[in-house]
């Protein structure tokens, strides 16, 4: 596959509430990227009754554990498929890979059609993370925006995204934001990682 077929990604990694939605939101408004939520796919499928997946998803996000590599990569390329026919070929994967088995999966089944840019990690303090979510939760109908799954969720990212990001540091692949800040003062650092990663 040339390089010019290839689909140009950046990873989005953070812990819970570290606004990650609300940084790609911008992005998609200033860059043009297409933004992938690995989780909002998910959640579509598990909704969706026409889904292959549905089921399993459910199961899944129900006892908040990580659901198969091969279904996420398959939502994610089916999304990349559709997107590239309309000629948009930048893309945001947000909350993907989240531990050694995503990362696995992914390399097997994608990585040579993607060429990875960089990955925008954002760097918050748990407190801070957690009074995120548990602001959110009051609106945003999530199931997963309560203490308990909370509890579950930020264990499952220090003990497995952090790996992910060491393995992607290693490579000096990792854009390192400090995202504890107002949204706007964390896009001002965004801004300047992406527009290295457009050039």
Request: hydrophobic residues 35%.
């Amino acid at each position: 596959m040339t390089d010019a077929a290839k689909y140009n990604v950046v990873f989005v990694l953070g812990g819970p509430g570290a606004g990650k939605g609300t940084q790609c939101d911008k992005i998609v408004k200033e860059f043009g990227f297409v933004h992938l939520s690995a989780g909002d796919l998910l959640r579509a499928a598990r909704n969706d009754p026409n889904s292959e997946f549905r089921e399993d998803i459910a199961n899944h996000i129900k006892d908040g554990s990580i659901v198969p590599v091969a279904i996420t990569c398959s939502l994610l390329k089916r999304e990349m498929e559709k997107a590239k026919e309309n000629n948009q070929d930048y893309f945001l994967i947000d909350g993907f890979p989240r531990n050694e088995d995503n990362l696995d999966g992914w390399n097997t089944q994608m990585s040579s059609q993607v060429n990875l840019k960089t990955v925008l990690f954002f760097d918050c303090p748990e407190e801070v993370c957690v009074d995120r979510c548990l602001e959110r939760g009051k609106t945003s109908g999530r199931t997963d925006d309560n203490t308990e799954s909370l509890k579950k969720r930020i264990q499952t990212y220090t003990e497995c995204t952090m790996r992910v990001l060491h393995y992607y540091s290693t490579l000096g692949l990792v854009s390192k934001v400090s995202a504890e800040r107002s949204p706007k003062e964390v896009f001002e650092d965004v801004k300047g990682i992406i527009m290295k990663v457009m050039e």
